[in-house]
Nanobody
Framework: VQLQAFGGGLVQTGASLRLSCAAS????????MGWFRQAPGKEREFVAS????????RYEDSVKGRFTISRAKAENAVYLQMNSLRPEDTAVYYC?????????????????WGQGTLVTVSS
């Protein structure tokens, strides 16, 4: 599986963005998928994840109520709708395919990573 993430950009505080991640090659339809982010000088951190059929999701506490993860199995894609963006959301966002079917929250549970898309939120 190869992943291509896109949709990042420069926005102001309070704006919205929708990140997309398309998987090509082998299907990821039987695997959980997730989004992580890495801000400058910081460790990569979990943002959101979704299980293989979209019925279970997990969120990092600071994005709960603002971000929504979803997937479209037919398109082999996962999305991250980000609302009410804050400067602290500024980071490179990565999508990933999990080793299992569940909504994993640990980076070690993921086997394939996309190249990342930059989100910059200005104050």
């Amino acid at each position: 599986v190869q992943l291509q993430a896109f949709g990042g950009g420069l926005v102001q505080t309070g704006a919205s963005l929708r990140l997309s991640c398309a998987a090509s090659g082998r299907t990821a339809s039987n695997n959980g998928m997730g989004w992580f982010r890495q801000a400058p000088g910081k460790e990569r951190e979990f943002v959101a994840s979704i299980d293989w059929n979209g019925s279970n999701t997990r969120y990092e506490d600071s994005v709960k109520g603002r971000f929504t993860i979803s997937r479209a199995k037919a398109e082999n894609a996962v999305y991250l709708q980000m609302n009410s963006l804050r400067p602290e959301d500024t980071a490179v966002y990565y999508c990933a395919v999990a080793r299992s079917a569940g909504p994993a929250t640990n980076a070690y549970s993921y086997k394939t990573w996309g190249q990342g898309t930059l989100v910059t939120v200005s104050s």
